[in-house]
C-alpha cells in the first residue's frame, strides 16, 4: 500500500512563500503522477498542480500559474509544491496524491492520498 505523508504547512502573511513536501513509502514514483488538490471550507475539492515522476511534465490551475511550482526529487521519493507570493484566497487544506502513470484533475481519479495540510494566508 502506497503511503505519503505531507509536511511543511502553516500560517503566512500575504506575499509570503511556504513549500509542501508530499513523501512516499515506495521505493521509487517513476510509474506515478502526483497532484496537489485543496479544499477550502465550503469549496470543492480542486487540483492546483501535478507532476509526472517520469517526465516531469507538470500542469497547474489557471489561479496559481507563476505563483506555485511543483518538483518531485526521484531519489529521495519526495513530491513538492513551492508556494510564491501567497494570497489570502490560497488559505485552504493542501492534499497531495497519487495516481499511476498520467496526471488528473479529477480527484475521483487518484487511488493514493496524503493526511492534508493547512495553509493559512493573512491578509
Known amino acids: 500500500q502506497l503511503q505519503l505523508v505531507e509536511s511543511g504547512g502553516g500560517l503566512v502573511q500575504a506575499g509570503g512563500s511556504l513549500r509542501l513536501s508530499c513523501a512516499s513509502s515506495?521505493?521509487?514514483?517513476?510509474?506515478?503522477?502526483v497532484a496537489w488538490f485543496r479544499q477550502a471550507p465550503g469549496k470543492e475539492r480542486v487540483m492546483v498542480s501535478c507532476?509526472?515522476?517520469?517526465?516531469?511534465?507538470?500542469s497547474y490551475a489557471y489561479d496559481v500559474k507563476g505563483r506555485f511550482t511543483t518538483s518531485r526529487d526521484d531519489a529521495k521519493n519526495v513530491a513538492y509544491l513551492q508556494m510564491n507570493s501567497l494570497k489570502p484566497e490560497d488559505t485552504a487544506v493542501y492534499l497531495c496524491?497519487?495516481?499511476?502513470?498520467?496526471?488528473?484533475?479529477?480527484?475521483?481519479?487518484?487511488?493514493?492520498w496524503g493526511q492534508g495540510s493547512q495553509v493559512t494566508v493573512s491578509s
Open positions: 496524491a497519487a495516481r499511476l502513470y498520467g496526471c488528473s484533475s479529477a480527484p475521483s481519479e487518484f487511488e493514493y
Open positions: 515506495e521505493s521509487g514514483l517513476g510509474s506515478y503522477a
Open positions: 507532476i509526472t515522476f517520469s517526465m516531469g511534465v507538470t
